[in-house]
């Protein structure tokens, strides 16, 4: 009876009724995708399909890592895979192989994505604030409008993917720093690789963020363990990054390396020039909702709300943060911080500072900030 009960206590501190929460509140992100019909309207909805449809023939041409795409461009082949970080279409590659259709993998890798979202924020802020604040942050994560722009308004695959990798990264990299170990170092650089292997945008433009994040915890070391224990957890950051981007190195190297034989301008010059994309301050604050394109000035067809809600609860945590003391006081004041900076680079007042920048055209679009 004893053992009985030691083992349901364990059992109970085990099961975290929180999660089950998430997965309740998830519902009302990816339920409408149990329809049959799919939303080939939405702005890249063809290629989500499309990718995979060509993915799936040349995997069984038996290329195990496809980099060309031999029915692309009029049947002269395209380096798609090559340019294109191809995990996210792998991943519903093997949904399809398990005997989903090509849309209805498609539409499983969305509704996978935002429960892995909640999760893996769930996680994070949990390991900084506790399971209250890390359920907020979860729910909050998988209703914000953007994230359901980039299902229904985008369908932007392989970025709706990777949203769903970043808190899992600052987990990772978190945990790694805090408490050194292989195991963890292991965890921080495979959460890296993935980011880059799932979409490079993604990580390019998190990686800056990611770096001074990984500077902060180690002031924070260094202030509260000494400069020893400092440097130890810097060498564990930076041999997280690097395995993470020897993990990548199947797509990165070849990637990098021959990006100057394809012509990327049609990507990033007219209508896909970052500076006719920048999201103005009324936008963010705009509650309309719209199925059109992103184009210069006020006359877009898209959201870009940042959304009431979120607006609201940032508010109140930077006011709690700027009178009151707690734990990891100052990450949360570095977070807020940092949304302050993505709303500026995501305005026309940033412009000077893309120009500065020879990568910014890569980006394409401000508002993905």
Aim: hydrophobic fraction near 55%.
């Amino acid at each position: 009876m004893r053992d009985r009960l030691k083992a349901m206590v364990t059992l109970r501190r085990l099961f975290d009724r929180y999660i089950l929460i998430i997965l309740a509140f998830s519902l009302f992100a990816w339920a409408p995708l149990l329809t049959p019909a799919y939303f080939f309207q939405a702005h890249d909805a063809p290629h989500s399909v499309f990718y995979l449809v060509e993915f799936d023939q040349t995997l069984r041409d038996g290329y195990l890592w496809p980099r060309w795409a031999p029915d692309f461009a009029f049947g002269y082949g395209y380096p798609l895979f090559n340019i294109y970080a191809p995990l996210a279409i792998y991943a519903a590659e093997i949904l399809h192989l398990l005997g989903l259709s090509f849309v209805a993998a498609v539409k499983t890798m969305y509704a996978l994505a935002t429960v892995g979202a909640g999760l893996a924020m769930y996680g994070f802020v949990r390991r900084l604030l506790g399971q209250n604040a890390g359920l907020l942050a979860a729910v909050v994560y998988m209703l914000v409008p953007f994230h359901l722009v980039e299902i229904f308004v985008r369908s932007a695959f392989s970025e709706f993917v990777a949203l769903a990798l970043l808190p899992l990264v600052l987990w990772a990299f978190t945990e790694a720093i805090a408490a050194p170990s292989s195991r963890r170092l292991a965890l921080a650089g495979l959460a890296y690789g993935l980011l880059a292997l799932t979409h490079h945008t993604s990580f390019f433009t998190f990686t800056p963020f990611l770096v001074i994040y990984i500077l902060i915890l180690l002031v924070g070391i260094w202030r509260s363990k000494g400069l020893s224990q400092a440097l130890r957890a810097a060498l564990h950051a930076l041999a997280g990054g690097l395995l993470g981007l020897a993990l990548s190195g199947i797509y990165l190297v070849p990637m990098l390396a021959e990006v100057r034989y394809v012509k990327i301008e049609q990507w990033t010059a007219f209508s896909y020039g970052y500076d006719q994309h920048f999201a103005y301050f009324s936008q963010l604050l705009a509650p309309g909702w719209g199925y059109g394109y992103s184009g210069p000035g006020l006359e877009d067809g898209m959201s870009f709300q940042l959304g009431a809600v979120a607006v609201v609860l940032c508010t109140f945590g930077g006011w709690l943060s700027l009178t009151r003391r707690f734990p990891h006081r100052g990450t949360v004041l570095f977070f807020l911080a940092a949304t302050a900076v993505m709303v500026w680079l995501m305005s026309p007042a940033a412009q000077f500072a893309w120009q500065a920048l020879s990568i910014a055209s890569l980006v394409q679009f401000p508002w993905r900030l």
